[in-house]
């Protein structure tokens, strides 16, 4: 027997199991049939195998049965299924439940081929960095700040000060740079961890409900109030408040504010009794706050109330030294999340990370790399995996740069490129499954790779 990966091709269609093992073992793959998914899971359950072929239409157990249970085995086979033309919904659901990729019959070889040896491999890939990484040290319960480059360091040395003294803290920083972890960082270093941290986004609640849900109301206080309720600042009793997003809070909501820090008291909607507090507040803003006093948006009052100490977090394109390390930790937690092995980035994916400049921050990072870890397999993260260009908020459109004297055939080439860089990232390289994306005969597909010099 051959000394190759070993492969199970699990098919009812006697003539094509035989002309597919025929085919594997020619290419120095140990192959294993069966005619059922009966036999198929009697020989899966034994192990040993590194990938199977799957028909889905097959008697005994069929083949998304099969798929559903292999998720329970220690180390399953990379999958690639065989679908019928047309069954979308079934493609669909098996690339949900863990398949590499799937094969619409009549099946091409040379892509058959093709994708087995990357299934293969990737499940290779994906089983040693588990071994290898699986047992690295588990975080603290409470998410970690990252980075070590001199920005975040004096972020750390100004939260180690401020922690133990509860005072009300300002945390300043574009969206999506991290501003609640830095919260959750001088609650945990304070006197008051064991107390509750209540976090309220000022921004995500309707102004005609904040101040109920800041302060609480009495029965029959509005419409709909049915019975007593505290807010939010009675439920952080002992502990840290936690007001993101605070340079949306209307003026009325602000004098009311105002009152929590100078007396520490607060009163629910529909009372007239005030109720003593012991709560740390800690605001955050992406917001230029000067700005909004000057124009009398903010209160000069709350503004100097709420800034007695100032945090501010420095955006990502301005500690691109910390970018690889971020990276690596949101990968490591993103694979416990998901249940897949911890990616491990390439040279050419540190690089590309590190030159873009990531208008969403953190937040954008991780969602590109959880986007990257599924198109990947949990196996080695390339540049080809990011698809960096159709960013979220902040990024250019699909013209900009196109000057206007090239035309209008300049621009709708920009943008056939850009689309199909995009399809070829969700295709995982798969020039067949991209043009499917993309609604084009594949044919045509070559010829516009050909013409943009895209590989």
């Known amino acids: 027997m051959s000394a190759g990966p070993r492969i199970l091709i699990a098919e009812d269609d006697a003539r094509a199991r035989d002309y597919l093992g025929a085919l594997l073992r020619d290419e120095g793959y140990a192959v294993e049939t069966a005619a059922d998914g009966t036999e198929a899971w009697r020989l899966l359950e034994e192990g040993g195998f590194d990938g199977l072929l799957l028909d889905v239409q097959m008697p005994g157990k069929d083949g998304l049965t099969i798929l559903r249970d292999l998720q329970a085995l220690a180390q399953p086979p990379a999958v690639?299924?065989?679908?019928?033309?047309?069954?979308?919904?079934?493609?669909?659901?098996?690339?949900?439940?863990?398949?590499?990729d799937y094969l619409t019959k009549p099946l091409h070889f040379d892509e058959l081929l093709i994708q087995l040896a990357r299934a293969v491999a990737a499940r290779a890939e994906a089983l040693e960095l588990e071994a290898y990484r699986w047992d690295a040290r588990v975080e603290d319960e409470h998410p970690a700040l990252v980075g070590s480059g001199p920005a975040m360091q004096g972020v750390y040395k100004l939260v180690g000060q401020v922690a133990p003294t509860g005072s009300t803290v300002l945390i300043r920083g574009e969206s999506g740079t991290g501003k609640e972890l830095v919260a959750q960082a001088l609650h945990v270093h304070s006197a008051r961890r064991d107390r509750p941290l209540v976090s309220v986004s000022c921004a995500a609640i309707p102004e005609t409900l904040l101040e109920a849900e800041l302060f609480g109301h009495e029965k029959g206080a509005f419409t709909g109030a049915m019975g007593r309720r505290r807010g939010r600042f009675e439920l952080a009793e002992g502990g840290t408040i936690f007001l993101d997003e605070i340079g949306e809070l209307s003026g009325a909501t602000q004098v009311k504010l105002l009152r929590v820090l100078q007396d520490r008291v607060i009163e629910r909607l529909g009372s007239e009794q005030s109720t003593k507090l012991d709560v740390r507040i800690i605001a955050a803003t992406?917001?230029?706050?000067?700005?909004?006093?000057?124009?009398?948006?903010?209160?000069?009052?709350?503004?100097?109330?709420?800034?007695?100490?100032?945090?501010?977090?420095?955006?990502?394109?301005?500690?691109?030294?910390?970018?690889?390390?971020?990276?690596e930790h949101l990968l490591r937690k993103l694979a416990r999340e998901r249940r897949l092995a911890p990616g491990e980035l390439t040279a050419g994916a540190v690089e590309r990370l590190q030159a873009y400049d990531w208008p969403g921050n953190v937040r954008e990072l991780e969602h590109a790399l959880?986007?990257?870890?599924?198109?990947?397999?949990?196996?080695?993260?390339?540049?080809?995996?990011?698809?960096?260009?159709?960013?979220?908020?902040?990024?250019?459109?699909?013209?900009?740069?196109?000057?206007?004297?090239?035309?209008?055939h300049a621009a709708v080439a920009e943008l056939e490129r850009r689309l199909i860089e995009r399809a070829l990232a969700a295709a995982g390289g798969n020039r067949s499954r991209a043009a499917q994306i993309l609604r084009i005969n594949r044919r045509l597909l070559y010829d516009k790779l050909q013409e943009f010099g895209i590989r």
């Not at 679908?83 to 863990?98: C, K, R």
């Not at 000069?300 to 910390?322: F, G, H, M, Q, S």
């Not at 990011?386 to 209008?408: N, R």
Request: no cysteine.
């Open 80 to 100: 690639l299924v065989m679908t019928a033309y047309g069954s979308s919904s079934v493609a669909i659901e098996a690339m949900t439940l863990g398949a590499y």
């Open 370 to 408: 959880e986007r990257a870890l599924i198109l990947s397999h949990g196996g080695h993260i390339a540049s080809e995996h990011l698809a960096l260009s159709t960013a979220t908020a902040g990024a250019s459109g699909p013209f900009d740069g196109v000057p206007l004297e090239k035309g209008m």
């Open 286 to 327: 992406n917001r230029d706050l000067e700005q909004a006093v000057r124009e009398g948006a903010f209160r000069k009052d709350l503004y100097y109330r709420l800034n007695v100490v100032t945090i501010a977090i420095p955006p990502l394109r301005e500690r691109r030294e910390d970018v690889r390390e971020l990276a």
